[in-house]
């Protein structure tokens, strides 16, 4: 076999096993859109569902107390919110500092070619 055979079929490996790695990542972020794509309807489901009962709510409280303590009623609802605020913040930072990493399955993937490929060079020597 000549010297230009073997780095053909070298080169050839190294484009079969990239390509194969693309196709991973492709595959990966394909699943990624489309799970976030349905969080995303979901969110904006809820968020709007969630706006019209949250009005309803503090109009229901406001008439129920307009005679007698309005005052104490607009500041209750008001701290209630404050506090659901400060809540909804501090899931939302403990939700993003535990999200797993983009392309999981094709990082580790690549992490085990290189490993082998260190392992091949250092038999080789």
Do not use: C
Request: charged share 15%; glycine share 8%.
């Amino acid at each position: 076999m000549s010297i230009t055979a073997g780095l053909k079929r070298i080169a050839a490996n190294v484009l079969d096993l990239a390509r194969t790695r693309l196709e991973l990542a492709a595959i990966e972020l394909q699943e990624g859109t489309q799970r976030l794509i349905g969080y995303l309807a979901w969110a904006l489901a809820a968020a709007v569902l969630g706006l019209f009962t949250l009005g309803l709510v503090i109009l229901f409280v406001l008439v129920l107390f307009w005679d007698t303590h309005r005052l104490a009623a607009v500041g209750g609802m008001a701290v209630l919110f404050a506090l659901g605020t400060a809540f909804a913040a501090m899931k939302l930072r403990a939700g993003l500092a535990a999200r797993p990493p983009m392309l999981p399955a094709t990082l580790a993937e690549l992490r085990k070619d290189a490993a082998a490929l260190k392992g091949e060079h250092a038999d080789g020597l």
